[in-house]
């Protein structure tokens, strides 16, 4: 050996020990912090894309489909379902404001016994995963559909709503249409426990064709007339976007007085406007479907937003990480961006693969605003397209998450729980009591042991966990964390 490799080696000698002495004991590192990260997919009933898988199925059939979907977004380690309750004026649970879907029994307004929102709440919430309501503002019918209902939107308050193409609209600038969508969201969060009210892309229409092959103009003549009639200062397309502002601000201000603690997020389109300096071309959502998103963002009026980044990440013009970099940098508030992840795209094009979803995560990874994704649609990960499923278990999410922590809405931490722990021969048992009015969602149980600290994340329907007694554990504590992310103390 030479002088200079024996030199090498003796530094690296004298350096692992400098590092050894440096390092904290074990029994002196502190307890670490669950991963945080909001996790969730898009259950479409719209068309029946998700569910149910068809028109018509028995209560128990359905049952079935959601305890399913449930269950593998369990699997996969997900905390939240975006659940789609109002896809064209009609209910997917039990209303008096508006029909059963004809999604669900086959003809609208047709009742059914089961109440598919009561139960997906019940069912999800065992699992520790959250729901959030996810309602149409406007649209009111949809061109898959064959019925309509005597008590639907379009017969009872027929000025409210506009023939639109293939579609049926409820008119944004209509002070009816507004109270209407208004009052159906209301009832939604008072009756249910639901986590969160979410709208999608869908504001104004995106442009239908006439015969000839021409954009058809949005059809809101007379309110237009109406508003030039008070002097309204404002062009028509500002004025287009000042109504659909003013009813996404008062839904906002309607959820926070009812239920504090309901969260508001919307899913715009993926691009506010092109931005051609920043690389960004395609389609004005803010121009075409009069939605400014931005706005939204900036001002806090939502609690998150997750604009739909549905391309590639080498895609030119719509890139991915350039997108999120874009909307990161107009989050003046501090709100959530959790993008939409195109799950559907999975095989349309070489490049599209479960491989390109892991990459978009990692990217939404690098700040903490940005750690959090909802895939479109769940039939896309319950067809395991591309192999997703072990894309999304063995890779993507290892480890279960907790949301990031809301600090902008003002509520109190919940309780640390009350803690017992017996000892057998080969297991500890440790169980707990939920204590205090502030009610938790998970519970996170953190144990130290020789190799040291490990965590398990618990939904709030269990109390009690057994561990191995040949880890030698040597401290034990079990923290609440409620529906906002939230963590107590621990004990």
């Given amino acids: 050996m030479s002088i200079n490799q024996r030199s090498l080696q003796n530094f690296v000698v004298l ?7 440096l390092a904290p004991p074990l029994n002196a590192q502190p307890r670490p912090k669950p991963e945080r990260e909001f996790r969730a997919v898009w259950i479409a009933t719209v068309d029946n894309i998700d569910f149910p898988t068809q028109k018509g199925l ?18 996969l380690r997900l905390n939240a379902v975006i659940f789609q309750v109002r896809p064209m004026a009609d209910a997917v649970y039990r209303s008096q404001l ?21 139960f997906v709440v019940s069912e999800a919430h065992k699992r520790g995963i959250l729901v959030h309501a996810w309602f149409n503002p406007y649209r009111a019918y ?7 209902s005597d008590d639907h939107v379009a017969r009872r308050k027929p000025t409210a709503v506009r023939q639109y193409g293939r579609y049926m609209w409820l008119d944004p600038t209509s002070p009816e249409a507004q109270r209407h969508s208004l009052d159906v969201i209301e009832d939604v969060v008072r009756r249910y426990d639901v986590d969160g009210v979410h709208f999608d892309d869908y504001f104004y229409p995106y442009a239908e064709n006439d015969a000839a092959g021409h954009a058809i103009e949005f059809p809101d003549d007379t309110n237009w007339a109406e508003y030039q009639k008070t002097d309204g200062k404002l062009s028509r397309d500002d004025w287009r976007r000042s109504n659909v502002n003013s009813f996404i601000e008062a839904v906002g201000r309607a959820i926070k007085k009812i239920k504090p603690d309901v969260v508001y997020g919307i899913s715009p389109f ?19 479907l009069y939605a400014d998103s931005r706005k939204w963002l900036q001002d ?10 549905y391309w590639e990440t080498s895609r030119k013009g719509l890139s991915f990480p350039v997108l999120l970099d874009w909307w990161s940098a107009q989050n003046t508030k501090g709100r959530f961006i959790w993008p939409g992840v195109a799950a559907y795209r999975i ?21 903490s605003l940005t750690s959090g994704a909802i895939y479109f649609s769940f039939k896309s990960l319950r067809n395991d397209m591309g192999g997703i499923q ?36 080969d297991y500890i048992r440790v169980s707990w009591k939920e204590v205090g009015n502030r009610k938790a969602f998970w519970f996170v149980v953190y144990a130290k042991d020789k190799d040291g600290w490990s965590y398990s994340i618990l939904p709030a329907s269990e109390h009690k966990i057994s561990l191995s007694a040949d880890r030698r554990i040597e401290k034990i504590i079990v923290t609440s964390v409620d529906r906002l992310g939230r963590e107590s103390a621990g004990k």
């Fill in 15 to 21: 350096l692992s020990l400098l590092l050894s002495l």
């Fill in 390 to 425: 072990k894309a999304l278990s063995e890779d993507v999410y290892k480890h279960e998450a907790i949301i990031p922590e809301f600090t902008w809405i003002k509520s109190s931490r919940p309780s640390p729980p009350k803690v017992s722990i017996r000892s057998g021969i």
């Fill in 98 to 118: 508006e029909p059963w879907s004809e999604f669900l029994t086959g003809e609208m307004g047709k009742p059914q016994d089961f109440d598919p929102l009561e």
């Fill in 270 to 288: 993926g691009i506010w406007q092109p931005v051609p300096e920043k690389g960004i071309a395609g389609f004005n959502a803010y121009a075409e």
């Fill in 58 to 75: 028995p209560p128990e059939k359905q049952k079935a489909e959601l305890l399913a979907s449930l269950d593998l977004a369990k699997k």
């Fill in 300 to 309: 806090g009026t939502v609690d998150y937003l997750s604009p739909q980044f």
């Fill in 142 to 148: 949809h061109p898959s559909a064959r019925t309509m």
């Fill in 347 to 367: 095989g349309s094009t070489p490049t599209f693969t479960s491989g390109e979803i892991a990459s978009q995560i990692a990217a939404t990874r690098l700040t």
